[in-house]
């Protein structure tokens, strides 16, 4: 096996890497996140182990983070990275659990080595309960679904779609989704929302992801009331070839 054979294969290993997050902070959560800093916290859980007890510290190099997101290795993405990193770190969301409201953050600490180029995170301890030890009501994918998505409403709805795919069906009341897709104040004319946030999102999850999502609208008098998203996982040879066709055609142009 060459080099660039052996890298290949340790790229695809770590794209096929499984995410396990309870469905808490799946569905629950309202927070306002671009796709490079959903990619990279998402890049970061897929380091938690299954059998571990505590949060443990992430290291890696940024020059394979960029391999596996499918990204050039430039002084401006080691920027970027230092600049994502940073925005993580100063944010913080509230997550309905019960009849409570639990403040959560994305991470402790960060530290970038100059010389070698290597990241260091250690996630919030107050994300333990919702990535560690879970034994029932979770949701696990592998990282290249999420990886292939480049719109920032893309990622947290596959999530979510992800989270709903034992019930083949997602309802959900037109002003929670806004919500969820943090679209605020923007887009208030349906037509529009549809046209610039949700079709795009189910076009690249359709063409990038294990799911297949179709959608209907349920109105109460004249005005849209509720979006129902059907939710489909793909199956079948020649379908997953296809995905993984278009996933490689995506995340590898600049190796």
């Not at 340790?10 to 499984?18: A, D, F, H, P």
């Not at 992430?58 to 997101?69: A, G, M, W």
């Amino acid at each position: 096996m060459t080099n660039e054979q052996h890298k290949k294969r340790e790229i695809e290993k770590e794209r096929t890497s499984l995410i396990v997050k309870d469905n808490r902070i799946i569905r629950n959560v309202r927070y306002s996140l671009s796709a490079q800093e959903q990619k990279l916290i998402i890049y970061a859980i897929s380091k938690v182990v299954a059998e571990d007890k505590e949060l443990k510290q992430i290291s890696f190099k940024i020059s394979d983070y960029l391999n596996v997101v499918g990204s050039t290795n430039s002084g401006k993405d080691y920027q970027r990275i230092k600049a994502t990193i940073r925005e993580l770190r100063n944010k913080s969301w509230w997550v309905k659990d019960g009849n409570k409201q639990v403040l959560l953050a994305f991470l402790d600490t960060a530290t970038v080595n100059e010389e070698t180029r290597e990241i260091e995170l250690t996630l919030s301890k107050s994300l333990k309960p919702y990535l560690i030890d879970l034994k029932k009501n979770f949701t696990k994918y592998e990282l290249i679904n999420v990886l292939c998505l480049r719109s920032k409403y893309s990622i947290r709805l596959y999530e979510i779609f992800k989270s709903y795919l034992w019930l083949g069906r997602w309802e959900v009341y037109l002003d929670e989704f806004r919500d969820i897709t943090d679209v605020k104040d923007r887009y208030l004319d349906f037509t529009e929302y549809k046209r610039n946030v949700i079709n795009p999102s189910i076009k690249e999850i359709n063409r990038f992801t294990d799911l297949t999502i179709t959608m209907e609208t349920l109105k109460k008098g004249r005005n849209i009331d509720k979006l129902v998203f059907n939710i489909v996982e793909k199956k079948g040879t020649q379908l997953v070839l296809d995905i993984f066709d278009e996933q490689d055609k995506r995340l590898d142009k600049h190796l």
